[in-house]
């Protein structure tokens, strides 16, 4: 059974950080990325990575303060997201790509891209 379980989300004062995980199990993944979708909000991408780790991409909001990551012997995707905005505030997704394994350095910024999903974890932040 193919899983993604998203932990670490939470509520922290604007300026503060947090750490988001993601446990992937049931099958070999290509690309990952974190998607997040605010009240009222459209799913917007937050940030990806290829499978090597080589290729990352940010949305231009949390460039320069968001880092994604992966540990694929541990099949774990994180974020760090640090100096949080209040703004920055919504579900957080992890999503993964399932149809181009083996296609080097690959990562997208589409919604469409990714064929797997988790449930979500909240990010809350207060000014």
């Known amino acids: 059974q193919v899983q993604l379980v998203e932990s670490g989300g939470g509520l922290v004062q604007a300026g503060g950080s947090l750490r988001l995980s993601c446990a992937a199990s049931?099958?070999?993944?290509?690309?990952m990325a974190w998607f997040r979708q605010a009240p009222g909000r459209e799913r917007e991408f937050v940030a990806g990575i290829s499978w090597s780790g080589g290729n990352t991409f940010y949305a231009d909001s949390v460039k320069d303060r968001f880092t994604i990551s992966r540990d694929n012997a541990k099949n774990m995707v994180y974020l760090q997201m640090n100096s949080l905005k209040p703004e920055d505030a919504a579900i957080y997704y992890c999503?993964?790509?399932?149809?181009?394994?083996?296609?080097?350095?690959?990562?997208?910024?589409?919604?469409?891209?990714?064929?797997?999903w988790g449930q979500g974890t909240q990010v809350t932040v207060s000014s």
């Open positions: 049931g099958r070999t993944f290509n690309a």
């Open positions: 999503a993964a790509d399932a149809r181009r394994l083996g296609v080097s350095g690959w990562v997208s910024m589409t919604f469409s891209a990714y064929d797997y």
